[in-house]
């Protein structure tokens, strides 16, 4: 079983849509051991059995408005029905959990975007709360491997 998984989701042909994938990217830049990344446009069932495998599983996606940066620790409570394509990270949780019998420990990283228009790239505001958001998923990781 492996320590630490960050999937950061998104489309990055949505300018800040692209915020998850910029901050796992940045994440796996750093080459943490025990630290697996992933970098997917959504989040689809085929995940669960990855989380299955971890310890600790860190979402980061873009957010509308809110804080420039926010952390939540998920469960699977409150999840809706089964998925079929698409999911959100409870939702996932669910499915690992119900597939699996195990759920890891889960965290939702999110970072305000400002511009969600027709583009690659991320804005100034996007790109900054992106390293901001990489900053805090480096501090999970920390407190999960004990770094």
């Known amino acids: 079983m ?3 998984l960050v999937i ?12 998850g994938p910029a901050v796992a990217e940045a994440v796996a830049a750093r ?12 989040l ?3 995940l669960a059995a990855e989380l299955a495998e971890v310890r600790r599983v860190v979402f980061a996606d873009a957010a509308v408005g809110g804080g420039a940066v926010r952390a939540v620790r998920l469960d699977a409570t409150g999840a809706g ?7 959100d990270p409870r939702g996932l949780l669910a499915l690992t959990r119900a597939v699996y019998g195990r759920e890891p420990e889960a965290w939702l990283v999110t970072a305000a ?6 583009r690659d790239g991320l804005s100034p ?6 390293g901001a958001a990489a900053e805090r998923i480096g501090q999970i990781i920390g407190e999960a491997t004990g770094a």
């Open 2 to 4: 492996g320590d630490v």
């Open 8 to 19: 950061g989701y998104g489309n990055t042909l949505r300018g800040d849509d692209g915020i």
């Open 31 to 42: 080459g943490l051991p025990g630290v697996r990344v992933r970098v997917v446009q959504q």
């Open 44 to 46: 689809t069932p085929e």
């Open 81 to 87: 029905g089964v998925m079929t394509h698409t999911a």
């Open 113 to 118: 975007g400002a511009d969600f228009g027709f």
């Open 125 to 130: 505001t996007g790109r900054a709360n992106a």
